[in-house]
């Protein structure tokens, strides 16, 4: 049996923009030039939650500028003092658990010495 043409257009998945194309988006914000898409040229739309407000420390806020057309993305994000503390507090919890986990005990057990 064959099954009826399914109407419904397929949701396209948000993606962030590339670092590259961020980079060019902030640099017109700084600019005062409103914010366009690097890839279609469309003026960016201002969302006032983030679809990274899961990722962020504590006391951070963001908001997202989206392009409709093209499904993409960039998050616009501020940090608060505690925010930033959280955020240095992560990444030295990420690179003490780098370092090879058993140089430490190796040197804290006398029965290796």
Known sequence: MSQPPNRR????AWRVYLARDGREIERRRRAGLP?????????????PTSRLGRALPAG???????CRDCHRFWAVVRHSERSLRLLRMRRLVAAIRAVEPGAR???LDPAAA
Do not use: F, I, K, M
Request: contains cysteine.
């Open 9 to 12: 257009q397929p949701r396209r």
């Open 35 to 47: 914010p366009l898409c690097p890839c279609c040229g469309e003026v960016l739309e201002a969302e």
């Open 60 to 66: 951070a806020t963001a908001h997202d500028l989206c």
């Open 105 to 107: 005990t190796r040197r």
